[in-house]
């Protein structure tokens, strides 16, 4: 099966600093990768679709300048929290989809999420 | 607008029974249907996908089915065990092919 790593699992930082969270695609090529965020006992929800090599395509409320997102590579996407605030804190999560083979271009695989917590 | 929806949003089941968590969707033109399994603190571990041209996949002792037509789908787990307690989201993708979860439901099995 497909893996996506996330990097790293968990990182606190002081407000106003930035944190950049890492999502690859270890054994596939992800032609697009998807960021979500999860509250405590909430369910997911989208931020963010990116194909490689252009931009990424922001939900409805979500900051494209606060929640900065490049995917320069088929298997790396990296999403950049810029000058975080306590209520930053969340689980963010990412996913990837593409490949050659069908089952990668339909599924989306899911990387094991990033918890941040800010000061 | 895809809304998906599960029921109950928590359940506690005595060891050994089987259970049925509930899922509906209010767009049926859906490609597939995923089960995902979330345990406290941790990411998504995917549990079946169903295709919209199946009725229903199995693994193990899980068994998720898809009506279409209704807008429901139902995953069915045998024979509980304690260490199937975690929260299991349902998702269905919209036209824009996007995943939409649902709130889940926390299931915890009583040893």
């Known amino acids: 099966g497909a893996v996506v790593s996330q990097h790293p699992s968990w990182v606190i930082c002081k407000s106003g600093t930035s944190v950049k969270i890492e999502c690859r695609s270890l054994?596939?090529?992800?032609?697009?990768m998807f960021w979500y965020r999860q509250f405590p006992k909430k369910s997911l929800m989208l931020m963010a679709t990116?194909?490689?090599?252009?931009?990424?395509?922001?939900e409805q409320g979500v900051e494209k300048d606060k929640f900065l997102i490049n995917h320069a590579s088929l298997t790396l996407s990296t999403l950049t929290v810029t000058s975080a605030h306590p209520e930053d804190s969340s689980f963010y999560i990412c996913s990837a989809r593409g490949g050659r083979e069908e089952v990668f271009r339909e599924t989306q695989y899911f990387g094991p999420g990033t918890r941040l917590l800010v000061l | 607008k895809q809304e998906v929806t599960q029921i109950p949003a928590a359940l506690s089941v005595p060891e050994g029974e089987n259970l049925v968590l509930n899922c509906s969707f209010t767009?049926?033109?859906?490609?597939?249907l995923q089960w995902f399994r979330q345990d406290p603190g941790k990411g998504l571990t995917s549990l079946l996908l169903?295709?919209?041209?199946?009725r229903e996949q199995t693994s193990g002792r899980l068994n998720a089915s898809l009506d279409k037509s209704s807008g429901r789908s139902t995953l069915y787990i045998a024979a509980s065990q304690p260490g199937d307690s975690a929260t299991y989201l349902c998702?269905?993708?919209?036209?824009?092919?996007?995943?939409?979860f649902g709130k889940g439901t926390r299931l915890h099995i009583l040893p």
């Open positions: 990116s194909n490689e090599g252009s931009k990424a395509t922001y």
């Open positions: 169903i295709q919209s041209s199946q």
């Open positions: 767009d049926s033109a859906i490609y597939n």
């Open positions: 054994d596939f090529q992800a032609t697009t």
């Open positions: 998702a269905a993708p919209n036209r824009d092919d996007k995943i939409i």
